[in-house]
C-alpha cells in the first residue's frame, strides 16, 4: 500500500515573509502613482477630488467622485494616467494607462486594499478620500461599522 501525497505544509513564516515583501513593493509604487495623478489634475486645473465610498456584506464600492476647481464643481477629463500595481504572488509592477476617472478609482482602491484590505466585508466601513492637489496631500478618512452584542444573564 502506498501513502497518498500529502499536501505541503503552511508555512507561517514564509506567507508573513511574502506579504511583507508584497505590502513594501506596493508602499513603493505610492509615491509615483499619487504625483502622476496629481500631476494630471493639476493639468486640468482640479484643485480637490472627494471620492466616498460603502461596503457591506461582502460588496463594497466608489458611491460617487466629485471634483472641484476652486469652489466650482468640475467634469474630468480622460487625461490618461500611468498607474502602477503589484500583485501578493508576483514580484513583477504592473503598469496600465487610464483615464483619468479610472485612475482615481484605481488609486482609491489600492489604497482601501492597503490601508483596510476587507473593509467591504461584514458590516464593512465607508468613507472618504480626499485629493487635495493645492496641498499636495490625499487624505483617507475612513469608518468601520461594528456590530456589538450585550449579554445581560440572570440567575434565579
Not at 23 to 35: D, G
Not at 71 to 91: K, N, Y
Not at 132 to 140: R, Y
Amino acid at each position: 500500500m502506498t501513502d497518498a501525497p500529502q499536501p505541503p505544509a503552511f508555512d507561517a513564516d514564509d506567507f508573513t515573509a511574502r506579504y511583507n515583501a508584497y505590502e513594501q513593493r506596493a508602499a513603493a509604487l505610492v509615491p509615483a502613482n499619487k504625483a502622476n495623478l496629481f500631476s494630471a489634475l493639476g493639468d486640468a486645473g482640479i484643485t480637490c477630488v472627494t471620492v466616498t465610498f460603502d461596503g457591506y456584506g461582502d460588496s463594497g464600492q466608489i458611491e460617487n467622485i466629485e471634483a472641484k476647481a476652486g469652489e466650482e464643481i468640475a467634469d474630468l477629463p480622460d487625461t490618461l494616467v500611468e498607474i502602477a500595481r503589484t500583485e501578493f504572488f508576483s514580484d513583477e509592477i504592473h503598469r496600465r494607462t487610464q483615464p483619468l476617472p479610472e485612475a482615481i478609482e484605481t488609486i482609491c482602491y489600492l489604497i482601501l486594499e492597503a490601508k483596510h484590505g476587507g473593509w467591504e466585508n461584514n458590516e464593512g466601513a465607508y468613507g472618504e478620500l480626499i485629493f487635495d492637489v493645492s496641498a499636495d496631500s490625499l487624505v483617507l478618512d475612513f469608518n468601520y461599522r461594528i456590530e456589538t452584542s450585550e449579554n445581560h444573564a440572570y440567575e434565579f
